[in-house]
């Protein structure tokens, strides 16, 4: 079992940065994967950036280079650095974690891109 709870989202101006939080339950180190997904209205969920147990990353190509995804096993913590905010970037981030066979979701966290 892993517990998810996303923090840091919020209103920023286009080209403002963000830094979203996701508190495990266990130590990522332990997970097979983490990432950062997200939804806007009308839209299906869809994958932002992941990182593996080794630190292996993946991110989605509208983000590469404006987004960093992190983790610090000493807090249970995985980050998602956003920088350069656009106005394709607001939606619902969630948290994920898959361990074996199982995926794990956060509740969500909202980010909004508005001058």
């Known amino acids: 079992q892993v517990q998810l709870l996303e923090s840091g989202g919020g209103l920023v101006q286009p080209g403002g940065s963000l830094r979203l939080s996701c508190a495990a339950s266990?130590?990522?180190?332990?997970?097979?994967?983490m990432g950062w997904y997200r939804q806007a209205p009308g839209k299906e969920r869809e994958l932002v950036a992941i990182i593996s147990y080794d630190d292996g990353t993946n991110y989605a190509d509208s983000v590469k280079g404006r987004f960093a995804i992190s983790t610090d096993n000493a807090k249970n913590t995985v980050y998602l650095q956003m920088n350069d905010l656009k106005p394709e970037d607001p939606a619902v981030y969630y948290c994920y974690a898959k361990l074996w066979t199982k995926n794990y979701w956060g509740q969500g966290t909202q980010v909004t891109v508005s001058s």
């Open positions: 266990r130590s990522p180190f332990s997970i097979n994967f």
